[in-house]
């Protein structure tokens, strides 16, 4: 028996290292087509292989338990294709004796994904969001739901479809003490950065005039009210006197592209912090008493232990799929594969974007499509076994 776990491990493995490379390639491709839509400009060969890298260890978190999925279909079909479970069978061992191999396989993959989503993909993600920006486009920059604070500027997006930005707030200090507060429905940024600028037109602005200047703090509060559109910037006690209301069609900014590049490094999205971080970010926000923020930074770390489980998880379910499909069937199995993986993602993702969208972030509710499936994939497992 131990040489057909053995048998059983080297197939696995072997259909999983050719799963890696075909989605690993199938991702470069994407990221190779991603690039070319950002910019047109020539980009150095070394900076192209490190931005794919960058992109293959970041989604990674995605191949790897899809081609585990796969691997588990294509291996214990032709199993089941070539009748070595049934003579295994009439020898007297037991199906489920034989799925122990992949699992196990699958928990030493969860093992390293933890590893993984925990420290290496953040530190992946934040560097290729580094790079994006030297040598690409400012989205990165320009984040919806993100307040930039500048050398003289609050800027905060709201929401983006492509190029364009909707929902802009800019805050502005200027040297006699007056704070101007512009908020415009949508708007569009231009690079030029060959001139040391970057050009932020907007549309449908109205515009509040204070007497006294907002901190930094109120600054960033006061351009997510106003992205939200559920206070108005000049309403708030104490924060100066509102001189000034009026609305314009539209309004030109002008920043500085060396003050923007030195705040982009300064920038962290919950996906550049490590495991260790998000928990110490929530219990600093938690304090403060921001209790919706603390809840985003829980959630995203809820979903990165799904993430990493998931491997487990598409062995429970893989293995038993793979049994029923037939010799001839391959095909079907790896696109039934892609099709649970597909599923059980954008499960995952819309949990996300309804709870983004609704302002409740219950963490637990991400791991009703891993506990979903852990479930289907037992029951599953115990009806194969008990076929005769």
């Given at each position: ?11 696995v493995a072997l259909a999983l290292a050719v799963s890696v490379v075909v989605c690993s390639l199938a991702l470069a ?360």
């Amino acid at each position: 028996m131990k040489l057909y776990h053995s048998y059983i491990l080297r197939k696995v493995a072997l259909a999983l290292a050719v799963s890696v490379v075909v989605c690993s390639l199938a991702l470069a491709v994407l990221s190779i087509v991603r690039l070319g839509k950002d910019r047109t400009l020539g980009i150095p060969p070394l900076l192209v292989l490190s931005l794919l890298a960058h992109y293959n260890v970041f989604l990674s978190i995605y191949s790897v338990p899809i081609s585990m999925l796969i691997a588990c279909l294509l291996v214990f079909g032709r199993l089941s294709a070539d009748n070595e479970l049934i003579a295994l069978r009439a020898s007297g061992v037991a199906p489920v004796r034989t799925f122990s191999t992949p699992l196990g396989l699958g928990l030493v993959l969860s093992l390293a994904m933890l590893w993984l989503n925990g420290w290496v993909a953040p530190r992946s993600h934040e560097a290729l969001a580094k790079l994006r920006f030297d040598a690409f486009s400012l989205d990165a920059f320009f984040t919806p739901g993100r307040t930039i604070h500048l050398k003289n500027y609050s800027i905060h997006v709201g929401a983006r479809k492509g190029g364009l930005l909707e929902r802009v707030t800019i805050t502005e200090r200027s040297p006699d003490g007056r704070t101007t507060i512009a908020r415009a429905e949508w708007g569009e940024y231009t690079d030029r950065r060959d001139e040391g600028k970057v050009q932020l037109d907007l549309c449908e602005v109205e515009f509040f005039v204070k007497d006294k200047p907002l901190s930094a703090s109120a600054g960033g509060t006061a351009a997510n009210a106003g992205a939200e559109g559920e206070t108005a910037p000049g309403s708030q006690a104490g924060e100066g006197t509102e001189l000034l209301r009026e609305t314009a069609k539209l309004y030109q900014v002008v920043f500085d592209f060396d003050d923007i590049k030195s705040r982009a490094g300064q920038l962290a999205d919950k996906d550049d912090l490590t495991a260790r971080e998000l928990l110490a970010r929530r219990a600093v926000v938690r304090r403060r008493g921001d209790l919706a923020l603390a809840g985003a930074y829980g959630f995203e770390f809820s979903k990165r232990l799904v993430f990493s489980l998931t491997p487990l998880v598409f062995a429970f379910i893989g293995v038993p799929l793979g049994v029923r499909v037939h010799r001839g069937e391959r095909s079907f199995g790896s696109a039934i594969g892609v099709l649970i993986a597909l599923a059980y993602f954008l499960a995952i993702i819309g949990i996300e974007q309804g709870i983004m969208v609704g302002g409740v972030v219950p963490s637990i509710l991400v791991w009703v499509p891993c506990v979903g499936m852990l479930v289907l994939g037992v029951l599953l497992m115990v009806r194969v076994n008990r076929q005769r």
